[in-house]
């Protein structure tokens, strides 16, 4: 799987947009992007993830660009729940989902 | 329709013994996968299961670990003689399938070896 790569924290306004960097420059044509949260050492939450199209459900948004090496994931309007390490893996479709979570960028959303 | 359980939350034990680590997964759930995290660090793959198969186990130190999910109970996730380096934060997560897209985790257990 492709290796991934995130600021380590980022800061962001309550109720302001939060926007997530992922570089994933040697990401191959089957390889997915996918986004998970852990709040404070509890398990890993799953948020979203996409292939080429950008996705968007009830917790956020996933921008893919166009030549795949980068993504973006947005949440729209951040709250204090929000504070988390946030998690993107690039996993291979026919693969038994084994998850390599890497350092993850620390969000804070501050109020 | 309960999440992933697992036991004990929190276990402590001394070097040379043994820990015993459970994992319940969600209803209608038979794969199981579980992962270690090691403090300030991110999570790590130990091994996935089904039903009765151990279908990767490439994560899985080569000794003193082990892991199960029988046909009936939980998964089990058995360490022995532990050593102060197992402690650690061990999540188990389940999914219906291998190729569904989301793994649902469970809070952990936290092993302190003394």
């Known amino acids: 799987d492709a290796k991934t790569t995130q600021p380590p924290s980022m800061d962001c306004a309550e109720g302001r947009a939060a926007n997530l960097p992922c570089n994933h420059s040697?990401?191959?044509?089957?390889?997915?992007v996918y986004w998970y949260r852990q709040i404070h050492s509890q398990g890993p939450q799953y948020i979203i993830h996409?292939?080429?199209n950008n996705e968007t459900n009830e917790m956020a948004s996933l921008i893919i660009t166009e030549d795949r090496k980068s993504s973006t994931l947005i949440l729209p309007h951040a709250t204090l729940r929000d504070t988390a390490v946030y998690y993107c893996?690039?996993?291979?479709?026919?693969?038994?989902?084994?998850?390599?979570f890497g350092s993850g960028t620390q969000l804070t959303v501050l109020p | 329709n309960a999440g992933v359980m697992q036991n004990p939350r929190h276990l402590v034990r001394r070097r040379g013994q043994e820990a015993r680590l459970r994992c319940s997964p969600m209803?209608?759930?038979?794969?199981v996968y579980w992962y270690r995290q090691l403090p300030e660090e991110g999570l790590k793959f130990m091994v996935y299961?089904?039903?009765?198969?151990?279908?990767?186990e490439s994560g899985m130190p080569k000794e003193r670990f082990s892991a199960e999910f029988p046909k009936e109970g939980p998964s089990i996730l058995r360490i022995q003689q532990v050593v102060r380096g197992d402690s650690a934060a061990y999540f188990c997560?389940?999914?219906?399938?291998?190729?569904?897209?989301?793994?649902?985790f469970g809070p952990g257990t936290r092993l302190t070896v003394l």
């Open positions: 997560a389940s999914s219906p399938g291998w190729d569904y897209n989301e793994q649902f």
């Open positions: 040697t990401i191959s044509g089957n390889e997915y």
């Open positions: 996409g292939l080429k």
């Open positions: 893996i690039v996993v291979s479709s026919g693969s038994a989902r084994q998850l390599t």
């Open positions: 209803k209608g759930h038979s794969h």
């Open positions: 299961l089904q039903k009765e198969n151990i279908i990767d």
